[in-house]
């Protein structure tokens, strides 16, 4: 059964600072997605990555995916209140054709 | 974009009582429905996989007979929560996708008292 490791589970930052947030899979992704969910409210896709390597760019958003295709890494630059959310790393598909998580970031952003 | 709703939102019940939750794809075919189970600040949690006209595959630990899921047609699955406990209180998200993208439901809390 993969197993996707996400660090740190809890971070409160002030806005303006930056932070990273990891996920790490037992085995190779099929296709890595990185979701925010807010409270009461189903996650929200942010971004798909396929290829070893890729680094992929969503506004204050930096996505990398590691060339082994076996972690992933969130960076978020200058951090608002308004990403203040539970970040979810993701795998889709393969042989189990399944959606499966990890065990989530916790962010809070104080104004 | 593609929406899927939840219906109820919001539910209370009584230990010992079933509840039903529906989930709808209402602009696309969810050839595939993923049900998951969600604590407070937790992750979610697969519980369940269907694919439209047969049975639905169910996570290790996660029992069938209590969880009934029905994925009849292309837009509609549902899951019935048999003889609720206190500790079946959660957030019930689902999950439709027609194998290309995947389109969440805004959830069901449901409390059991």
């Known amino acids: 059964t993969q197993l996707l490791e996400q660090s740190p589970q809890f971070l409160s930052i002030q806005e303006g600072e930056n932070l990273t947030v990891y996920c790490n899979s037992s085995s190779v992704f099929s296709s890595l997605q990185w979701y925010r969910q807010e409270p009461g409210e189903g996650p929200v896709l942010l971004v798909t990555v396929v290829t070893g390597g890729e680094v992929k760019k969503l506004k204050r958003l930096t996505f990398q995916f590691g060339d082994a295709r076996k972690d992933s890494s969130l960076h978020i630059t200058a951090a608002q209140p308004g990403d203040t959310g539970l970040y979810l790393c993701?795998?889709?598909?393969?042989?189990?054709?399944?959606?499966?998580f990890g065990t989530g970031t916790l962010l809070a952003v104080q104004p | 974009g593609a929406v899927v709703s939840q219906h109820p939102s919001r539910v209370i019940c009584k230990s010992g009582t079933s509840v039903k939750i529906e989930c709808r794809s209402l602009?696309?075919?969810?050839?595939?429905m993923f049900w998951y189970r969600q604590f407070p600040k937790q992750s979610l949690m697969l519980m369940a996989t269907?694919?439209?006209?047969?049975?639905?595959?169910?996570e290790q630990g996660v029992e069938k007979d209590k969880f009934l899921i029905n994925h009849a047609s292309l837009t509609l699955s549902t899951l019935t929560v048999t003889s609720a406990h206190p500790e079946d209180s959660s957030f019930y998200i689902c999950c439709g996708t027609d194998q290309e993208t995947q389109y969440f439901g805004p959830g069901t809390r449901l409390l059991v008292l």
């Open positions: 993701g795998d889709y598909g393969g042989a189990t054709n399944k959606l499966i």
């Open positions: 269907s694919n439209e006209g047969s049975k639905a595959t169910y």
């Open positions: 602009d696309f075919q969810a050839t595939t």
